[in-house]
């Protein structure tokens, strides 16, 4: 019995591989609250995360993602690597969601790209995973105050 139950929530947990709207970080306030606290930041180049965390009933997640006009001026790059860090985000949003289900607390997330080059999926991979378990990690230290 425990064993089925654990596999309904190990299933339930890998159908949620989407990245729909409700995991989309939407409106000018939902943004700049999140650049509010600058303490709290994840910075793995070419990667920087702001993140606001805050108490909810329910665990959620939403991310959004940044690459600047100034270093590609064409939107196709700019898409390209956000194309990247959106289907990374994706598969890997699990890492953060299983903490965040744990403490029933919510987190918005701004992650910014400051490199030059459109980096490989690999690299994407590599540094999001880092920084989707520092959050985590920051999640497990979070008291609401």
Same mark, same amino acid.
């Given at each position: 019995?425990?064993?089925?139950?654990?596999?309904?929530?190990?299933?339930?947990?890998?159908?949620?591989?989407?990245?729909?709207? /409700? $995991?989309?970080?939407?409106?000018?306030?939902?943004?700049?609250?999140?650049?509010?606290?600058?303490?709290?930041?994840?910075?793995?180049?070419?990667?920087?995360?702001?993140?606001?965390?805050?108490?909810?009933?329910?665990?959620?997640? /939403?991310?959004?993602?940044?690459?600047?006009?100034?270093?590609?001026?064409?939107?196709? $790059?700019?898409?390209?690597?956000?194309?990247?860090?959106?289907?990374?985000?994706?598969?890997?949003?699990?890492?953060?969601?299983?903490?965040? $289900?744990?403490?029933?607390?919510?987190?918005?997330?701004?992650?910014?790209?400051?490199?030059?080059?459109?980096?490989?999926?690999?690299?994407? $991979?590599?540094?999001?995973?880092?920084?989707?378990?520092?959050?985590?990690?920051?999640?497990?230290?979070?008291?609401?105050?």
């Amino acid at each position: 019995m425990i064993f089925l139950h654990s596999f309904f929530l190990f299933l339930n947990y890998t159908m949620s591989n989407s990245f729909g709207k /409700k $995991d989309r970080l939407k409106g000018k306030k939902a943004v700049s609250k999140i650049f509010e606290n600058p303490k709290c930041s994840i910075g793995l180049f070419p990667f920087k995360a702001y993140y606001s965390i805050s108490a909810s009933k329910q665990g959620e997640s /939403k991310f959004g993602v940044s690459v600047p006009k100034k270093k590609f001026k064409r939107a196709v $790059d700019r898409n390209k690597i956000k194309r990247l860090v959106k289907e990374v985000l994706r598969l890997n949003k699990l890492i953060l969601n299983k903490e965040l $289900d744990k403490r029933n607390v919510s987190v918005h997330v701004m992650i910014l790209f400051n490199g030059k080059k459109i980096p490989s999926y690999n690299s994407v $991979d590599v540094k999001i995973k880092e920084i989707l378990k520092r959050l985590a990690i920051g999640v497990q230290s979070y008291e609401e105050k």
